[in-house]
C-alpha cells in the first residue's frame, strides 16, 4: 500500500488549515483510509482538535533534531484508521535548529521516510503554522501534493498566487520534483453573500481544474468542535459542515486513488 502525504499550507492564518486537516483525516478514516495527521504548529491546534494535551516531549521536534523516531511520538486517536503524531509548544524553537543544519529543508521529509515506507498509513496530512517559515517549507518539500484552503474573501487570489511561487521555486531548486497542487479547497462559503460566490467564480476562472466541487461552509459548529476536542463527526454528525467533509472525502479518494 503506497502512501500518499498531501501538506494543508497558506501563509494566511485563519482559512479553515487545521479544520480541514482534522475532519478531511477524520472522514478519511471512516472510509477505511488509515491516516495520520501530524501537526506541525506549535500552537497545537489540530493536536487539542482531537481530544490530546500538548505533551512535552511528543512532538516532531525530537526527530527533527536528531532525538527519537518518529514512530515513537503518533498516538492512536478514539477513531479507528485515525493516527496523530501531536504538537508541542517546543515547536517554536525548531525552526531556529533547523536553519543551522545543512539540509535544512529536508529534515522532515527525511524523518517522515521510515513512516511513508512503512505502509501502515495510505494518507499522511501534514498541517502548518500559518506562515511560510521553515516548518512550511520543510512540509512542501515532504509532500507529494499541496491542498490549499482558500478562503472566500477578497485578497484570496494574492495569497494563492504566492504560495503558487513557492512551488514552482522549490521544484526549481530541486528541492522536490515530485511537488503538485494536488487542489484547491474553498472554505468558509457563506451561502447568503455574492461575495463568497464572487471569490469562488474568480478562482475557477483561473484554476477550475484544481478546484475541488465541494465547498466548505462558514459554520458556527464547525468553529465550536475543537474547543471540545472533537471533530464535527463527533460533535455535530448531521451538520452541514460534516456533509461538506464527507464530500470532500470523497472527492480526495477519487483523484488520488486512495483506495
Do not use: W
Request: charged letters at 20%.
Amino acid at each position: 500500500m503506497a502512501t500518499t502525504v498531501f501538506t494543508i499550507a497558506n501563509q494566511k492564518g485563519g482559512v479553515g488549515k487545521t479544520t480541514t486537516a482534522i475532519n478531511l483525516a477524520s472522514a478519511l478514516a471512516q472510509k477505511k483510509v488509515p491516516t495520520l495527521v501530524v501537526d506541525l504548529d506549535p500552537q497545537a491546534n489540530a493536536t487539542s482538535a482531537l481530544g490530546f494535551e500538548k505533551e512535552e516531549g511528543r512532538s516532531v521536534y525530537g526527530p527533527l533534531t536528531g532525538h527519537g523516531a518518529a514512530a515513537d511520538m503518533i498516538v492512536e486517536t478514539s477513531q479507528k484508521n485515525l493516527y496523530l503524531l501531536p504538537a508541542e509548544v517546543d515547536l517554536a524553537a525548531v525552526e531556529v535548529e533547523l536553519s543551522q543544519k545543512e539540509n535544512y529543508l529536508t529534515q522532515l521529509r527525511q524523518m517522515l521516510e521510515p513512516l511513508v515506507k512503512s505502509g501502515e498509513y495510505r494518507a499522511i496530512i501534514l498541517d502548518c503554522p500559518p506562515a511560510l517559515g521553515l516548518l512550511s517549507m520543510n512540509s512542501l518539500a515532504a509532500a507529494d501534493y499541496l491542498l490549499i484552503t482558500l478562503q472566500c474573501e477578497y485578497l484570496a487570489m494574492e495569497g494563492l498566487g504566492q504560495i503558487l511561487k513557492v512551488i514552482a521555486q522549490l521544484k526549481d531548486a530541486g528541492v522536490n520534483d515530485r511537488l503538485e497542487l494536488g487542489g484547491i479547497i474553498m472554505t468558509m462559503y457563506d451561502v447568503r453573500t455574492n461575495l463568497s460566490r464572487q471569490v469562488v467564480d474568480e478562482v475557477r476562472q483561473h484554476l477550475e481544474e484544481k478546484m475541488f466541487r465541494t465547498v466548505i461552509p462558514r459554520s458556527i459548529r464547525l468553529s465550536e468542535s475543537p474547543s471540545f476536542g472533537k471533530t464535527i463527526f463527533e460533535y455535530d454528525p448531521a451538520s452541514a459542515g460534516a456533509v461538506a467533509y464527507q464530500g470532500l472525502a470523497k472527492e480526495i479518494i477519487a483523484r488520488f486513488e486512495l483506495k
